[in-house]
């Protein structure tokens, strides 16, 4: 079992850039697949970003790609998500997720979720 904790959350101007963390405890945390999934008021939950448990392995949404990388740190049990050019259509509460058991573009499929980071962009 593993529990998240998101931070890096915040307010910034269209064009700007943001860095999500998210931290794991226990030491199962190197063994599990991860990912980032946003979720905007009214909206569902939208796959961003996941990388496989050793971090050599990322795929990114289309919506967010050539401006959002997802990378890990296994030694300080943390996922990241590096934000750059972020647009008015990107603000939504940030998830961390670990452990997918099918298709990890789902969010049902993840077994453990973080309480989530709130991004807001300014125009």
Not at 50 to 73: E, L
Not at 92 to 107: H, K, L, N
Request: hydrophobic share 35%; net charge positive; proline share 4%.
């Amino acid at each position: 079992q593993v529990q998240l904790v998101e931070s890096g959350g915040g307010l910034v101007q269209a064009g700007g850039s943001l860095r999500l963390s998210c931290a794991g405890s226990g030491r199962t945390f190197s063994s599990y697949d991860m990912g980032w999934f946003r979720q905007a008021p009214g909206k569902e939950r939208e796959f961003v970003a996941q990388i496989n448990w050793g971090g050599r392995h990322t795929v990114v949404g289309d919506s967010v790609k050539g401006r959002f990388a997802i990378s890990r740190d296994n030694a300080k049990n943390t996922l990241y998500l590096q934000m750059n050019s972020l647009k008015p259509e990107d603000p939504a509460v940030y998830y961390c997720a670990a452990d997918p058991q099918g298709d990890w573009r789902e969010p049902g499929v993840w077994r453990y979720w973080g309480k989530g980071t709130l991004v807001t962009v300014s125009s």
